[in-house]
């Protein structure tokens, strides 16, 4: 059975710093997924990884894979209070199926986030 | 372009009763997966469907229920509802052989 951990689960921080959010999967994957999801609201896309040392940034954060490790890193660059959020990390269970029809995603407890002014 | 369309948005069930939940993928999408997410929780895994076959299926039990339409919509139906199915439904569309999923707003379900 495929486990998805997330450290920290609960992360205070003030802005203007720098953090790691950590996403440890238990079986080899094909696909990691980060999400973003605000209180009362759905998930949004932030990055997927697909091949081992890849690395992906937009804006502030920027995501890492490491299939060897099964660890994936989501770094968070001079924190701004928009970016408050529950942040999920998400694993393929299976390899994708050829010519479509993709199995469904393992998240992690997710980690939630408060940046204070 | 319109998103992942989930309907209702907030619904309130008794024990016992049964609920239907529909969602229309964006257009051109044929993949739909159903996710549970309970509060404080990171969302469960229910149902995957592609062009109208199960192709995935979580570990839940058999009260939970789905199915894909012709143009792609799916409908998810839970029977003989437990204070315990309270959460939040997620639908996900895709369109493989693309990675990406995008999710719907999400329907709040309470059972009381």
């Known amino acids: 059975e495929l486990k998805v951990e997330q450290n920290p689960l609960f992360l205070s921080m003030q802005e203007g710093k720098n953090y790691t959010i950590y996403c440890n999967y238990s079986t080899t994957s094909d696909r990691l997924y980060w999400y973003r999801q605000d209180p009362g609201k759905s998930l949004e896309s932030l990055f997927v990884l697909l091949s081992n040392g890849a690395v992906k940034q937009e804006g502030r954060l920027m995501a890492s894979l490491d299939t060897k490790a099964r660890l994936s890193t989501l770094h968070i660059t001079a924190a701004v209070h928009d970016l408050s959020a529950t942040y999920f990390c998400?694993?393929?269970?299976?390899?994708?199926?050829?010519?479509?029809?993709?199995?469904?995603?393992?998240f992690g407890k997710g980690t939630h986030l408060i940046i204070q002014p | 372009d319109a998103g992942v369309t989930q309907s209702p948005t907030h619904l309130i069930k008794t024990r016992g009763q049964q609920v239907t939940l529909r969602c229309s993928p964006i257009s051109g999408h044929k993949s739909v997966s159903w996710y549970q997410q309970v509060l404080g929780q990171g969302p469960q895994f229910i149902f995957q469907y592609y062009e109208k076959e199960e192709r995935g299926r979580g570990n839940f039990p058999d009260r939970f229920s789905a199915r894909q339409f012709p143009n792609y919509s799916s409908e998810l139906n839970v029977n003989a509802l437990l204070l315990g199915d309270s959460a939040l439904y997620l639908c996900?569309?895709?369109?493989?052989?693309?990675?990406?999923?995008?999710f719907g707003s999400g329907t709040r379900l309470t059972v009381v």
């Open positions: 998400a694993v393929a269970s299976l390899p994708a199926y050829s010519g479509g029809g993709a199995d469904g995603l393992t």
């Open positions: 996900a569309s895709s369109f493989p052989p693309s990675y990406g999923y995008t």
